[in-house]
């Protein structure tokens, strides 16, 4: 069966009002659970003068940092996204998006304080998960927090019911509800979705030479979190 990687339809099919549509499909709990995450994020950046979101998109979350940070920088490898972006942040003076590839970042070492990759970034960006940790470490400065994250089997059935809602509304093919089982989702074009471990996590990070945190929020996100040591 032909497979599309995620981060490859996100960047070529949804693009900009139809990333935005995606959002404003989610059910109450899908928005508690998006909620919670960008809340944690601030909890952690909060009062940071440099803070780098790796697939900004739109900047659906910068809008929601940038009141804590001195600056807000998000990279996405979608012109589109990108372009619809300007509009979506224009009352944010302090919000810069780039276009640019998470894996290949073009910033000098230690650039921010903080780097962060939410709702599953480091899966859906289909790209080598030990070069992404790579880059957001190598971007953060000594002391500076680095963050990801990815779902929490816990929200498996509304997570499902999220897609369902964007298939039919066109966003995504039609889900092969036979196959689309135990955090993986799989669309009948190829559309693929997965999750990250929890032990796959520490693994990751520990290969990069870092001890990550690893914690639940909202029984909707996994999160793995370091404080980055030279």
Wanted: charged share 25%; hydrophobic share 40%.
């Amino acid at each position: 069966m032909l497979c599309i990687a995620m981060g490859t339809y996100y960047r070529k099919h949804l693009l900009g009002p139809d990333l935005k549509r995606v959002y404003e499909l989610a059910s109450p709990r899908i928005r508690q659970y998006l909620e919670a995450e960008v809340l944690h994020v601030i909890e952690r950046v909060r009062g940071a003068g440099r803070v780098l979101e790796l697939g900004s998109g739109y900047g659906r979350v910068l809008a929601k940092v940038a009141s804590h940070v001195g600056r807000a920088v998000g990279v996405d490898v979608s012109r589109p996204n990108l372009e619809f972006g300007v509009g979506f942040l224009r009352d944010f003076v302090n919000c810069d998006l780039l276009r640019m590839n998470a894996v290949r970042l073009a910033f000098k070492d230690a650039a921010f304080d903080a780097t962060f990759c939410i709702q599953n970034g480091i899966s859906a960006f289909r790209v080598d998960r030990h070069q992404l940790i790579a880059e957001a470490l190598r971007v953060t400065r000594p002391g500076g927090n680095v963050l990801f994250s990815t779902y929490s089997p816990r929200i498996w059935t509304d997570r499902l019911d999220w897609f369902r809602s964007q298939s039919r509304a066109g966003l995504l093919g039609e889900l092969d509800e036979t196959l689309s089982v135990n955090g993986v989702i799989i669309c009948k074009d190829g559309f693929r979705s997965t999750t990250v471990a929890d032990e796959e996590l520490h693994t990751l990070f520990a290969e990069a030479g870092q001890s990550a945190r690893i914690s639940e929020v909202d029984e909707s996100s996994v999160f793995a979190e370091v404080v980055n040591e030279p």
